[in-house]
C-alpha cells in the first residue's frame, strides 16, 4: 500500500526564503555601503551613530560617555547590539550580522503568519517579496533601527491572522506589546502603529474577537509605554533634551498650499523608495484591487489583516508625506504592510485562476510572478556588492591599534571608526552640550578625527594646539579622507 504524501509544513518555505535572504546578505557584510542610493549621508555615518552607546557598554561599562544618548529612544536595538558585542566582540561585522539575522527572521515569520489565512503559496510569494525588495536589500545588511522595527510591526500585526477567537485579549497584548517595542526602537513607528489600531477599529471591528484584540492591543501599548515612561525617561529626563538635538529637524507646514506642495513632490521625489520598491508596490496595489473587488468574500482573519495593511500604510506613508525629511529608508517599515496585500490578492484571485488555467500554466504563471517579484531588487543588490570595497573593518582595526586605551577621542565619524577601540569617543555634534565646544578641558580630549588639516567640526582649543598637532593616521571613507591627530 502506497502511504500519503506528507503535506510540507507551512514554515518551510519561509524558512527557505528567511535562511536564503540571511545568506545573500551575510556574503557581503563587511562591504561598504553602496553610493547614490539614497540623497542622505546616512549610510556612511548612522551605524556608528546607533552603535556607539551599545559599544560603549561593553568596552566601557557604561551606555553614555557623554550628551550622545540614542540609546534611550532605539533601546531594543542597543540592547540586541550589546548582547551580541558582549557574546562576539565589538565589530561593524558583528553590529551588521545582528541586522541581518533580525530581517531573516522577519521572514520567516511574515511568510509562516500569512499562510494560515491566505494559504502557503499566497504567503511565501508575499514573503519573496518583501525578502527582495530593493529597500531591505540595501539597509536590511546595515546597522539601522529600521531592520528591527519593521520585525516588530510584523510581527505585532500577525497576531490578527491567528484564532484570536479563542484568546482575542491575549492575542491583543502580544500584538500591542509587539507594536509598542517597534515605537521604542523608532518613536517615529508611532505614526504606522496608531494607523493599524486605527483602521482594524474602523474596518474590521465586526466581531467580538476583534474588538477584544484591539482593546487588548490598546491596553498593551499603554502598558509598555508607561514602562518605558516610567523606567528610562523618567530617570533620563534631562537627556531627551539633547536626544532631540541630534535628531534632524522637523517642520510641518504652515499653510494649505505648502501641504500639497509636500504631498505632490513626496510622489515623485521620494529618494528613490518607490523604485527601489516598485514590484511588491505594484503586486500591492494589485491586491488592494482584487480585495475592493472581491470584498464580500472576507471572512475571518482576512479582514482584520487588510485593515492593518490599509492603516499602516495610510499612518506610515501619510507622515512621510508632509514630513521636511524622508530618506528612503524611512519607507522600510511599510513593506510588510504592501507583501500582506500582495498575499490578500494572489489569494482571492486564486479560485478564478484555478477555473481557468490548467495546472502547468498555473505553476508557470507562479514561477513568472516570483521572478517579477524578485529579480529587479536582486540585480540591484548584485550592482551594489559585486566589487565592492570592504574598508570599515580594516579602518576599525587599524583606530584600535592606534590609539592608547582610555584615550578620549573627538570627531564627527568616530563612533564608526573606533568602533573597536577601548577608548571613549565623542561623536561631535553642534549645540548639543557635551558634545560640543571646549571638550580639551572638560572631557581631556587629545585625540581628533577630521578631514587632513581640517579644524575639528564644533569643538575649541587652546591657541597653538592645534598648530602643534601630530598626525597619526589617515583613512579613506565616503569619498574623502578622515585623519587621526593628536594634541598636546
Known amino acids: ?105 522577519l521572514i520567516l515569520v511574515f511568510g509562516w503568519g500569512l499562510a494560515r489565512p491566505f494559504g502557503k503559496r499566497a504567503a511565501s510569494l508575499a514573503a519573496l517579496a518583501v525578502a527582495t525588495a530593493g529597500l531591505l536589500l540595501y539597509y536590511g545588511r546595515l546597522v539601522y533601527q529600521e531592520d528591527l522595527v519593521i520585525f516588530f510591526l510584523a510581527a505585532g500585526v500577525l497576531t490578527l491572522g491567528r484564532d484570536i477567537a479563542r484568546r482575542p485579549w491575549r492575542w491583543g497584548l502580544v500584538g500591542g506589546a509587539l507594536l509598542a517595542l517597534g515605537v521604542g526602537t523608532k518613536p517615529s513607528a508611532i505614526f504606522a502603529v496608531a494607523g493599524i489600531l486605527a483602521a482594524v477599529a474602523v474596518l474590521a471591528a465586526r466581531t467580538p474577537a476583534t474588538r477584544r484584540w484591539i482593546a487588548g492591543a490598546v491596553l498593551g501599548v499603554l502598558v509598555a509605554g508607561l514602562a518605558w515612561g516610567a523606567l528610562v525617561w523618567l530617570p533620563n529626563r534631562a537627556a531627551f533634551a539633547n536626544v532631540l538635538r541630534i535628531w534632524p529637524p522637523f517642520t510641518w507646514p504652515t499653510t494649505p498650499g505648502s501641504l500639497v506642495h509636500r504631498v505632490l513632490t513626496y510622489v515623485v521625489d521620494n529618494d528613490g523608495a518607490l523604485r527601489l520598491s516598485l514590484p511588491i508596490a505594484a503586486m500591492g496595489l494589485f491586491g488592494l484591487v482584487v480585495v475592493f473587488i472581491r470584498r464580500r468574500e472576507l471572512d475571518e482573519a482576512l479582514p482584520r489583516l487588510v485593515a492593518a495593511a490599509i492603516g499602516w500604510l495610510v499612518g506610515g506613508l501619510g507622515i512621510l508625506a508632509v514630513a521636511s525629511y524622508r530618506p528612503n529608508r524611512y519607507v522600510l517599515p511599510m513593506l510588510p504592510a504592501a507583501g500582506i496585500l500582495v498575499a490578500a490578492g494572489i489569494a482571492l484571485a486564486g479560485p478564478w485562476v484555478r477555473v481557468r488555467l490548467p495546472a502547468a500554466a498555473r505553476a508557470g504563471a507562479v514561477a513568472l510572478l516570483a521572478v517579477l517579484l524578485a529579480a529587479p531588487g536582486l540585480v540591484s543588490y548584485a550592482s551594489w556588492v559585486v566589487g565592492a570595497p570592504s574598508t570599515a573593518p580594516a579602518i576599525q582595526a587599524e583606530m584600535a591599534q592606534a590609539v592608547p586605551a582610555g584615550s578620549v577621542v573627538v570627531g564627527v565619524d568616530v563612533g564608526l571608526f573606533m568602533m573597536r577601540a577601548p577608548v571613549v569617543a565623542i561623536i561631535t555634534a553642534k549645540g548639543v552640550p557635551g558634545n560640543s565646544g571646549d571638550l580639551y578641558h572638560s572631557a581631556g580630549a587629545r585625540w581628533y578625527l577630521t578631514n587632513p588639516d581640517a579644524y575639528p567640526y564644533s569643538v575649541s582649543l587652546p591657541p597653538g594646539a592645534w598648530d602643534a598637532r601630530r598626525r597619526i593616521v589617515c583613512a579613506a571613507w565616503f569619498n574623502s579622507q578622515d585623519c587621526l591627530y593628536e594634541v598636546q
Do not use: K
Open 1 to 105: 500500500m502506497i502511504g500519503r504524501r506528507r503535506a510540507i509544513p507551512s514554515w518551510f518555505a519561509p524558512a527557505l526564503l528567511g535562511l536564503g535572504l540571511i545568506v545573500i546578505l551575510a556574503a557581503a557584510v563587511s562591504a561598504d555601503p553602496a553610493q547614490h542610493v539614497t540623497a542622505s549621508s546616512s549610510p556612511f555615518s548612522d551605524e556608528g551613530y546607533n552603535a556607539l552607546n551599545a559599544r560603549n557598554l561593553v568596552l566601557l561599562g557604561r551606555w553614555s560617555t557623554d550628551s550622545w544618548n540614542l540609546y534611550l529612544v532605539e533601546l531594543p536595538l542597543s540592547t540586541l547590539l550589546a548582547g551580541v558585542f558582549a557574546v562576539f566582540g565589538v565589530g561593524i561585522v558583528q553590529a551588521r550580522l545582528a541586522c541581518v539575522a533580525v530581517v531573516g527572521l
